[in-house]
């Protein structure tokens, strides 16, 4: 007990621009945080910035172990299949070169899985068994935790539900343009969805939301589609994993009338299916917002930066 007393450790959540770094105890609780830019063709300055911030902290404090949230495909021995922006973590083992670079333990983990253990431990996912974390950014994230583990897959690709395809099928074109991440990431579809149609650039779903209360009908449609792209998303994988709830994260989430439109629609086709209607309530999962925001990818990273040290 008095080991964990005064244990710390450091969580780091790797984004395409910025990399948010924390000093977390062992409540969970963030004591100290700040970010630096990210540098995504130049990994070498990426580790090194990363290795000073645990440096200034290992000065004042006991740090135990490391947890590192990436964008990506993260095999369970660290090594990265995919890196998302941060093109120059492909193919390494960012576990082995942290590591060398910290000289402490290290965890690396998928960003999405990150958000699902953070909600796990101190957010609303808390006694929770079985339930799925839905980010809505970008792109889609995922993480999936069964029977209180995160499932990973067999190569650590479990959860990249945002290339599942949703659009008539044409050979054409590079079918991954109709996939869950184009019509249901707030940027990759929302956003793009708003400029193809208007012709308007916008960055944030609050422009879209406030254009269709003023009765936009150009906003109006474009939102509608979005709330049905997105409802059957989660729908979908409601059916194939039977989750006790699904979270959803990301900036849109936070958005009160964002969720009760979603809601609406989504009770709107259970209504319409003869199945899902005749299990609503009983097996069909609630859908509601993560507790926490901006921080929680470096807290998930910590969390599984406990379990590496006991």
């Keep these: 007990m008095g080991r964990r007393k005064w244990a710390h450790y450091v969580g780091f959540d790797i984004g395409g621009t910025t990399v948010k770094y924390g000093l977390v105890n062992e409540t969970g609780e963030i004591l100290e945080k700040g970010s630096f830019v990210t540098t995504p063709n130049d990994g070498e300055q990426l580790i090194a910035n990363m290795a000073k911030q645990v440096a200034a902290y290992q000065e004042k404090y006991a740090i135990?172990?490391?947890?590192?949230?990436?964008?990506g495909i993260v095999r369970k021995d660290g090594y990265m299949i995919t890196a998302g922006?941060?093109?120059?973590?492909?193919?390494?083992?960012?576990?082995?070169?942290?590591e060398a670079a910290?000289?402490?333990?290290?965890?690396?983990?998928?960003?999405?899985?990150?958000?699902?253990?953070?909600?796990?431990?101190?957010?609303?996912?808390?006694?929770?068994?079985?339930?799925?974390?839905?980010?809505?950014?970008?792109?889609?994230g995922c993480g999936i935790v069964i029977n209180n583990a995160i499932y990973q897959g067999a190569h650590g690709a479990a959860g990249e539900v945002g290339w599942t395809m949703q659009q008539r099928l044409d050979y054409t074109q590079d079918l991954e343009a109709g996939s869950w991440n184009f019509t249901s990431g707030v940027v990759l579809?929302?956003?793009?969805?708003?400029?193809?149609?208007?012709?308007?650039?916008?960055?944030?779903?609050?422009?879209?939301?406030?254009?269709?209360?003023?009765?936009?009908?150009?906003?109006?449609?474009?939102?509608?589609?979005?709330?049905?792209?997105?409802?059957k998303g989660l729908l979908n994988l409601v059916?194939?994993?039977?989750p006790e709830v699904i979270l959803l994260g990301g900036g849109i989430s936070?958005?009160?009338?964002?969720?009760?439109?979603?809601?609406?629609?989504?009770?709107?086709?259970?209504?319409?299916?003869?199945?899902?209607?005749?299990l609503a309530g009983v097996t069909v999962a609630e859908i509601k917002p993560c507790l926490l925001r901006n921080d929680a990818?470096?807290?998930?990273?910590?969390?599984?930066?406990?379990q590496i040290v006991g």
């Design 64 to 71: 135990l172990s490391v947890g590192v949230s990436v964008p």
């Design 85 to 98: 922006a941060v093109t120059s973590f492909f193919a390494i083992n960012l576990k082995t070169v942290c």
């Design 102 to 140: 910290f000289q402490l333990p290290v965890i690396v983990q998928n960003d999405a899985n990150c958000v699902a253990l953070a909600e796990q431990w101190i957010g609303n996912a808390q006694g929770v068994e079985n339930y799925i974390v839905i980010s809505l950014g970008t792109a889609v």
């Design 189 to 231: 579809g929302l956003y793009n969805r708003y400029q193809q149609a208007t012709g308007k650039e916008v960055t944030d779903a609050r422009v879209i939301l406030d254009l269709v209360r003023q009765g936009d009908e150009m906003a109006t449609k474009v939102m509608d589609r979005y709330y049905e792209d997105v409802a």
């Design 239 to 242: 059916c194939a994993f039977d």
């Design 254 to 278: 936070a958005n009160d009338e964002f969720l009760g439109c979603l809601s609406e629609r989504i009770d709107k086709i259970k209504q319409h299916h003869k199945s899902l209607n005749h």
């Design 297 to 306: 990818g470096l807290i998930g990273a910590v969390y599984h930066a406990k």
